[in-house]
């Protein structure tokens, strides 16, 4: 369960983020006042994540999407605090209203590599969700 409804958008890997900073930080003056809207290879939408997980853990995993407000309460109910709360709204608000939906190729273009797709990252880290 989570409030994301049917968006999309191109998650980025820590990884790929940590390259961008290293590229801009070993030589910042032509970067300097620039903005970057950093997204990994391709749009995904929950189900999608939902499927790729399944195939990585070999167990049917299914995305049921809630109502923002009925997530909140549940994390409520879970004991994550107020600000938390706010946070996890404002995002699935976001995501629905596709402020995270898009590609480019500023990592490419900044670092010299593809930024991580989805199904790479979870494969890679596939101990977290088969632990």
């Known amino acids: 369960m989570l409030p994301f409804g049917d968006s999309r958008f191109a998650p980025i890997a820590a990884e790929d983020q940590g390259r961008v900073i ?26 999608e994540v939902a499927d790729m997980l399944s195939r990585i853990t070999g167990r049917k995993i299914t995305y049921a999407a809630v109502d923002i407000p009925e997530f909140i309460q549940l994390l409520k109910e879970l004991g994550y605090n107020e600000y938390f709360r706010q946070h996890v709204a404002n995002v699935a608000q976001d995501g629905r209203d596709g402020v995270f939906s898009g590609t480019n190729s500023d990592v490419e273009r900044l670092t010299g590599r593809k930024p991580m797709g989805m199904e790479e990252f979870l494969t890679k880290h596939k101990s977290i969700y088969t632990a």
């Open 22 to 47: 290293a590229s801009i930080l070993k030589n910042p003056a032509p970067h300097t006042g620039k903005i970057y809207k950093l997204y990994g290879l391709a749009e995904v939408t929950q189900y």
